[in-house]
């Protein structure tokens, strides 16, 4: 890893952090010194078994260290800090490998337990960024100082702008889950059930599921048209005939969200035909991006593109503005065409419109949209338009004025499928976009 770009970010942030404690202080806050801590470690209810640990966002983006009890110490004008609590322990592993690439950003300060963190501070009026508001007392801060709203809304914002470094981590993630989802096609045409394809991905990504940066999505056939279905199906599928598989991979904090949809030679003729329509509707919508549009508009493009599409195909009638209006397309597209993303697969401040936090709420028909974003270089999110044959969405209108419009001898017939969604991640560049997916594939 290069020194030298994650130095470039560090910079940022500190420019970034500067920034947002001046904005603080000229809006009547007091502090001058932020704490940000990785989160504490937590159990199952009555239970002595840990839950999975995942650092908090605002914390990763400094220190590329998911552990608990961590924390950056952030104060303009000194070198940032890197607490970094070592407990004696033999009953796990509490070592941590320091790398040159990133540690040289920091003074790094080894510490047996976190109560001796106040020691090591100065004077600075401090703030507290992180879960645990119990913690953050001990340590000396009070309310209003434990995650204050207007630095909370100021640094959410400024997360959709990625550094060079953020973005090479992205593309690392995204490289290795486009080998893991050519493993998982693989699988699932020589005949592999959802966890055995689910298997393969991880397998070829080398990594465990924990490290996952969210819950694959392996589904065959009609388990594709469950949004966030979960489970790994064990049963023969050898007469499976769709694959849709939603899967990403994390490098150092960052994650890539990928979703693919692949189908045996003998899919439904119609199924086959939509997925090649849905594979040039996500190209045409990745085209639009560029700085100054507006993520809604490329939502309302997908669902007026896919309306055609359907219209195309004969599985509705009428005409693709009549689809709009009536919201048809939502019912087949019931999901945002996409969101942000970075540390967090969801990457905070989607709705945000400005660093004061006043918010862009979703289209009313949409309300499941998560960015409402204007573009502008820097950014990082997903294109996902989807396609689904959901019963519980389509029967209610099957004897209604709306179910009309729709050619049900063929969904009847398309039902089995499932669905379809064709996911890339993509990076605003000052006169367009870099699909950071494809290009390795
Ligand atoms: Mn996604």
């Avoid at 070592?86 to 790094?108: E, K, L, M, R, T």
């Avoid at 005409?319 to 209006?325: F, G, L």
């Avoid at 949209?369 to 689904?388: A, D, K």
Wanted: with cysteine; charged share 20%.
């Amino acid at each position: 890893m290069n020194q030298v770009i994650f130095q470039q970010h560090i910079d940022v942030l500190v420019d970034n952090y500067s920034k947002a404690l001046s904005a603080h202080r000229e809006q009547g806050g007091q502090l001058e010194a932020l704490l940000i801590h990785s989160g504490s470690e937590s159990f199952y209810f009555a239970d002595d078994r840990r839950i999975p640990f995942q650092a908090y966002g605002h914390y990763l983006h400094w220190i590329p260290v998911n552990r608990p009890d961590q924390f950056a110490y952030v104060c303009p004008g000194q070198k940032p800090i890197y607490f970094q609590v070592v407990p004696d322990d033999y009953w796990h592993d509490q070592s941590i490998a320091n790398a040159d690439w990133w540690g040289n950003s920091f003074q790094i300060t080894r510490l047996g337990s976190l109560d001796e963190i106040p020691r090591h501070l100065t004077d600075a009026k401090l703030g507290y960024l992180g879960p645990n508001a119990e913690l953050a007392q001990k340590l000396g801060v009070d309310q209003p100082g434990i995650n204050p709203t207007d630095l909370n809304y100021y640094l959410n914002y400024q997360r959709a702008y990625k550094t060079a470094y953020e973005v090479a981590q992205l593309k690392a993630a995204n490289k290795l889950a486009v080998t893991g989802h050519n493993a998982a096609r693989d699988s699932f045409l020589n005949g592999g059930n959802e966890y055995q394809i689910h298997m393969a991905y991880l397998e070829a990504c080398g990594m465990l599921e924990d490290e996952s940066p969210y819950t694959n999505i392996v589904a065959l056939d009609k388990n594709s048209a469950i949004l966030h279905y979960q489970y790994k199906n064990k049963t023969n599928s050898e007469g499976s005939q769709v694959l849709l598989i939603d899967a990403g991979c994390r490098v150092n904090g960052y994650g890539s969200d990928v979703t693919r949809t692949s189908v045996k030679e003998n899919v439904n003729s119609t199924f086959k035909d939509l997925l090649q329509g849905m594979v040039n509707v996500e190209l045409e919508l990745v085209g639009m991006v560029k700085p100054g549009v507006t993520y809604p508009e490329i939502h309302l493009a997908a669902l007026f593109k896919i309306g055609q599409l359907l219209i195309d195909l004969d599985i509705c009638h009428g005409s693709a503005e009549e689809m709009m209006e009536k919201e048809l397309s939502h019912l087949f597209m019931p999901h945002g065409v996409g969101h942000l993303l970075g540390i967090q697969v969801h990457d905070v401040g989607g709705h945000q419109k400005d660093i004061r936090g006043n918010t862009r709420a979703p289209p009313g028909h949409s309300p499941a949209l998560r960015n409402t974003r204007e573009l502008s270089e820097g950014m990082v999110f997903t294109i996902e338009p989807g396609c689904y044959f959901i019963p519980l969405l389509l029967e209610a209108e099957r004897n209604q004025e709306r179910g009309k419009s729709i050619n049900w001898n063929l969904v009847d017939e398309l039902y089995p499928c499932g669905g379809i969604r064709v996911e890339d991640n993509i990076l605003v560049t000052p006169s367009g976009v870099e699909n950071l997916t494809r290009q390795f594939e």
